[in-house]
């Protein structure tokens, strides 16, 4: 394994032996998270898994081995989508987070919504509560809401389209809206993962919902080649920078806004800092 390592990236694992390896083996030391990222990409090029020996987990098994205060670090701050809401009498126990579609209020859930994704998304990147609603109730998408004792306290959209369609959108050569329920990938089929909006009323409820983001990423990687988004926010863009999200694409619209297209492959997108940090670091991310 030291040589092995070593062969494949001599910058990060020069001076390497077996006695450090025998420790990180037996948990007495880690190695740095830059370490940690190159041996995932390491196995990831060996297996052609893109979270080798995490294939096999559930979502919910997923859920449940991903550090809160990690995630908090990845989605950062964020004024427009993350809103202040007081949550110090909130306890996370006492929050969930389900499809949207099991919601009876989920038409009532989406006509609220519409208001904060008209002022949050330039024109061009906007979709009709007809678009919402239909989409909420397809099986490729992961429309997701958080509710606390009875209160909705936070949404979030994605869906996994089929490749062609992905690259389509983030070129500019199609626009979200005219995405149709033919263009979505099937459930054992590889797709993209397109991400269309989220907004929640404080920073618990954000957090959550990354959570089972990533644990749906991370439990159905075998189906999801590349995660994209198009935006025009400054805060979306500093989220999907702390996802890894690579910029891609932008153009101009008429009225002299940037749209810009940010894409990454499921790899990269999990072999990241921050990803280490939330998911192989829980023992310094005490939890709440």
Avoid at 135 to 143: G, M, V
């Amino acid at each position: 394994m030291v040589h092995n390592l070593y062969s494949y990236d001599i910058d990060h694992f020069e001076g390497l032996d077996t006695s450090t390896i025998s420790k990180w083996e037996r948990s007495i030391t880690k190695p740095p998270a830059t370490k940690q990222v190159n041996i995932i990409k390491y196995f990831q090029k060996q297996t052609g898994i893109a979270l080798p020996c995490w294939d096999t987990y559930t979502i919910e098994e997923t859920e449940e081995l991903i550090c809160k205060a990690g995630m908090r670090n990845l989605i950062g701050k964020s004024k427009k989508h993350i809103y202040n809401y007081p949550s110090e009498m909130m306890s996370v126990d006492d929050m969930h987070v389900y499809p949207l579609r099991t919601f009876e209020r989920m038409d009532a859930l989406i006509d609220m919504h519409m208001h904060l994704h008209q002022n949050l998304n330039h024109e061009s990147l906007q979709l009709s509560k007809e678009q919402f609603k239909e989409w909420a109730l397809h099986p490729s998408s992961l429309f997701l809401a958080c509710e606390h004792k009875g209160t909705f306290i936070e949404l979030s959209f994605t869906t996994k389209v089929k490749p062609e369609i992905f690259n389509k959108v983030l070129n500019f050569k199609m626009k979200k809206s005219e995405i149709t329920a033919d263009d979505f990938a099937a459930f054992n089929e590889v797709g993209s993962s397109l991400m269309l909006g989220f907004f929640a009323l404080n920073e618990k409820a954000a957090i959550l919902l990354f959570i089972r983001y990533y644990a749906y990423l991370i439990a159905n990687q075998k189906y999801i080649s590349d995660i994209g988004a198009v935006v025009n926010s400054e805060d979306a863009i500093k989220l999907v920078s702390n996802m890894n999200l690579a910029y891609y694409n932008s153009r101009m619209t008429d009225d002299e806004v940037s749209i810009k297209a940010y894409r990454q492959t499921l790899f990269n997108a999990l072999a990241s800092e921050h990803v280490v940090k939330m998911i192989l670091s829980k023992q310094d991310c005490p939890e709440e």
